[in-house]
């Protein structure tokens, strides 16, 4: 199988670079799994040099058709997988390695631009969607270049910039006892630290610097360790607005959690309400938001590119699955 760069409408260039980088095979190519995958094997080292430079790639019109074809085209990848241990939305898994429903909030639940995981201390590398079904209408994962939402924010307030870039921010969140799929973080402390047992939530807690208090509803408060908000990537030197602050703050919202207290800076303060709503309007004027098409595939360097969710209707089915750097 060949594979070579196509055009979309939505996508967008700056400095030169398309993004995101779009493939789809050669007319005449094979329309077998076993090719595409092999083209995925041999060319492993060049698309994580592709994803370096355009931040994104999909994948459009490859043979793919189910969770396990996912799967074998980020093994042929070596894309080393890792365990989705720390996030917050509501998930299924899928395979028993590494396929995961994206996130299961309703669909009429906007999910706000976020670098994922980026509250933990080892964030992924990369992140992957499939398009099993596509949304009758809306439900695009939209993408934004770090860098360039990093400038707007500076632009937007720098002293409040500066300060997040020296102290870095902590994140809050309640956990519910059990999964609870009516909203955008509700996956529960059992699913997020993979265990039913408390003592082990909290040695996974401790490790990672998280502080806890257990409710007596059987929830879980937790405060993250302070993490860094402003982070440059040691690849390309870019400084990237690696965090979640704006999916916190506008998002992370249900009977439990008040958004405007989702998170805050490191030293305990509260963060500008107004920089990051106009941060988020910044967002939404760079995205890039194409509508998925069935069996699309999109890779994600996660260092470089934040991603959505818009709202959608009808039926929709996207995969995912994170690596490490």
């Known amino acids: 199988m060949n594979v070579q760069p196509i055009t979309i409408d939505e996508q967008k260039t700056f400095d030169g670079v398309s993004f995101p980088l779009v493939l789809a095979p050669e007319p005449g190519s094979s ?16 698309l994580k040099a592709q994803l370096r430079e355009h931040g994104a790639i999909l994948f459009r019109g490859c043979p793919l058709g189910s969770a396990e074809a996912f799967e074998a085209v980020l093994e042929a990848g070596d894309f080393e997988p890792m365990p989705y241990v720390g996030g917050a939305a509501p998930r299924t898994q899928v395979t028993a390695k590494r396929i995961l429903t994206a996130n ?13 995981m980026a509250q933990v201390p080892k964030p992924p590398g990369y992140v992957f969607f499939y398009c099993d079904v596509a949304a009758e209408r809306g439900g695009e994962t939209a993408i934004v270049l770090s860098n360039r939402v990093y400038k707007r ?22 956990m519910p006892d059990q999964d609870d799929a009516t909203s955008p973080i509700g996956r529960s402390w059992r699913s997020t630290f993979l265990t039913d047992d408390r003592a082990e939530a909290e040695a996974k807690m401790r490790e990672i610097g998280t502080s806890w208090t257990w409710l007596d509803s059987g929830e879980l408060h937790t405060v993250t360790s302070v993490v860094p ?22 998002g992370w919202v249900d009977s439990r959690n008040d958004p405007e207290r989702a998170v805050i800076l490191g030293d305990g303060t509260p963060v500008s309400g107004d ?19 069935a069996g699309d595939l999109l890779f994600v360097d996660n260092r470089l590119v934040l991603h959505s969710r818009r709202p959608y209707e009808g039926a929709r089915r996207i995969l995912a699955s994170i690596a490490l750097a």
């Not at 329309?31 to 492993?44: H, Q, Y």
């Not at 720098?158 to 870039?165: G, I, K």
């Not at 908000?229 to 506008?250: C, H, L, P, W």
């Open 31 to 46: 329309g077998e799994l076993d090719d595409f995958v092999a083209w995925i094997s041999a060319n492993a080292k060049e």
């Open 104 to 116: 299961e909030s309703p669909p009429s639940e906007p999910i706000p631009f976020h670098h994922e």
């Open 153 to 174: 924010f500076v632009e937007i307030d720098p002293d409040f910039a500066s300060e997040v870039e020296r102290q870095g921010v902590r994140y809050v969140r309640v």
């Open 229 to 250: 908000a402003i982070r440059e990537d040691d690849r390309t030197g870019q400084k990237t607005f690696f965090n979640s602050m704006v999916a916190a703050y506008t």
């Open 275 to 293: 920089a990051i709503r106009k941060t988020a309007e910044a967002m939404t004027e760079e995205c890039v938001a194409f509508p998925w098409q």
